[in-house]
């Protein structure tokens, strides 16, 4: 994780992580996740964090929704996500997926991951 300070002063981060690649074996590759966006206030609701994912097929972009309660909703911009998370609410990509093992604070306690590359 390298942490950079940016004009304004807040420091914001770049996390490397191996997860399955996009080609037929699904081999480990690097995917960098660099904070874009996060909320000063740790409990308003609405958006509180957001990441953007390179490594991948495309880049895709990452949210974290702080609901009302302090539950975190997550979203991705993936295929994956979009498509497989309109059938179950629970479910998070590999994208995500990887965030929530790296920062387990952030999980909420059920969630199912996705094998396939995005
Ligand atoms: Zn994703």
């Given amino acids: 994780m390298i942490l950079v300070p940016s004009q304004t002063g807040r420091t914001f981060g770049l996390v490397t992580l191996m997860l399955p690649g996009t080609d037929r074996k699904r081999s480990l590759s690097l995917y960098q996740y660099r904070v874009t966006y996060r909320n000063p206030d740790p409990v308003e609701p609405g958006c509180a964090m957001t990441w953007e994912v390179s490594g991948g097929r495309l880049p895709y972009q990452i949210a974290a929704e702080r609901l009302d309660g302090g539950a975190i909703k997550w979203h991705c911009s993936c295929a994956d ?23 387990p604070t952030l999980a909420k306690p059920q969630r199912s991951a996705c094998q396939h590359a995005a």
């Avoid at 990509?93 to 790296?102: A, I, P, T």
């Fill in 81 to 103: 996500a979009v498509y497989r998370g309109e059938d179950n609410p629970d479910h998070v990509c590999k994208h995500v997926h990887g965030l929530l093992e790296m920062m």
